[in-house]
């Protein structure tokens, strides 16, 4: 007997928190049971509550997008936004309905949403949007609904994860008629299945240019850089760098100092010179930048000096945030120059809106962007790679996209599984050297096609080594 029919028994209503879990059940469970009664029980917990809280009205919003009335749910998450924020599972419940229900604007509306908050969609809304792919009359509405996703992957720079990855596959596949196999890509760019190079991240001068000139008023401007700081201490900073610049290599010291965890002061300003000093071994002929806040003066005076004799230091006031002073100085430094950050700075290349000059940071950022990590010796500097890991396409005859695999990996690590798909059967002529899935199992071994060492991709199913 469930203990809602045990309540029901002993003659007693259950109480607002066994109703919300109650529904919120019965809308995972909407097969078994039905929709008439999740809408009951909708209707239940509105006549207990006038205003519902958030907890309630998620559990309302991800009952009733399993059901015809998901629209209901719209005017719930205007009700969350007013008290907190709107976590990335109702995001996806609302959009996994609407692409359900063919509301496809809505859908697509509220997953831009989400991806601006920097929230990662649930598979669930990529799958329902791949079945709709599948629903399309004819191959050529099929493969530009297809191309919708893999544009919003691209935009977004989301890696799929494997039920995703292995639903395109098969709409590739089944619905296109197209062929496919899983790969690794290695450092060279060059897909070892069809051996096509993947996109190279080169910026044009013009492009750069409009980047310098543009990042101040959109980004700078736009974030109200004045509430951190104050126009005397960027007018300071302008005038350093006038008289100081151009440098090769700008790091973000508190950042860099970070990778040592929680840790005493010292062990921070440690790892800052261990990164200054692998920085100025690579390039002995460069010029190093480091910007960090006044406090960090007081960490270890003796590292701090041995930082000195390497590299320019800016200080910046204690309240200061310094992740707009330290992109503006690598952009003002010329296009070669490198920045050392493990940021991923969404927040600026969301400043930047939509169009090419968000493309552009995008470039720049992949191409400049030098990964410190700590290590066994002390720290490790990883270099950017030369060609774009986002989804790609070479034509309207194949598509290379990166997708999770699962395996366990550091937040700054890019996946290095991708699904090549083309038109076309693929050559017989590929990589020996890779193992190539054709089809997926639960435990796949797999090397690099450059011969590092081999890694485990736990979820990918049943393989054929070429």
Known sequence: MSYIQYLKNQGRDPNLATLSLYLRLCGQRVVDCG?????????????????????????????????????????????????????????????????????????????????????????????????????????????????????????YEIFP???????????????????????????????????????????????????????VPRVLHGSDIFRSSSPEEWHKFQEFLEERGPFSVVVDGLNASYLAGKKPLRQRSVMLKQVVEKLCSRARNGRVLVIGRKHMRKWS????????????????????????????????????????????????????????????????QRQHQVLAVPSVAGVQLIEPASFSTTAQNQGTTDWHIPYDDGSPRASYQLPKTWLCTQANPHSSSRDTHSVIWESTVQSVPFTEADNEKSLVGPSLPSITVL
Not at 178 to 205: F, M, T
Not at 307 to 334: C, E, H, P, R
Not at 346 to 358: I, N, S
């Open 35 to 155: 929709e008439e009664r999740v809408l009951e029980l909708y209707h239940q917990l509105l006549r207990k509550v006038k205003v519902l809280d958030a907890n309630l009205s998620e559990s309302v919003i991800l009952a009733l997008t399993s059901t015809s009335q998901w629209k209901l749910a719209l005017k719930h998450l205007t009700n969350i936004r007013r008290m907190c924020n709107i976590n990335a599972k109702v995001y996806s419940a609302i959009v996994t309905a609407a692409f359900r229900n063919g509301d496809y604007n809505t859908g697509w509306h509220y997953l831009e949403t989400m991806c601006q908050e920097e929230k990662i969609p649930g598979d669930s809304a990529f799958l329902e949007w791949v079945t709709q792919c599948e629903k399309a009359e004819d191959v050529e509405e099929k493969q530009s609904m297809m191309e919708t996703l893999l544009d919003k992957l691209i935009h």
């Open 301 to 364: 005076e003796v590292d701090f000096n041995a930082v000195k004799k390497m590299a320019d230091i800016y200080t910046l006031d204690n309240l200061t945030k310094d992740d707009g002073f330290f992109i503006y100085a690598a952009l003002q430094s010329g296009q070669g120059t490198k920045i050392v950050s493990s940021d991923m700075l969404r927040d600026h290349l969301y400043r930047l809106g939509d169009g090419p000059l968000r493309e552009t940071f995008r470039r720049w």
């Open 161 to 215: 994860k494997v039920p995703v990855i292995e639903s395109i596959a098969n709409l590739f596949s089944k619905g296109l008629g197209w062929s496919y196999l899983y790969v690794k890509i290695p450092k060279s760019g060059r897909c070892p299945a069809c051996n096509q190079q993947l996109h190279q991240l080169d910026i044009s001068e013009a492009e750069f240019k409009e980047l310098q000139s543009e990042y």
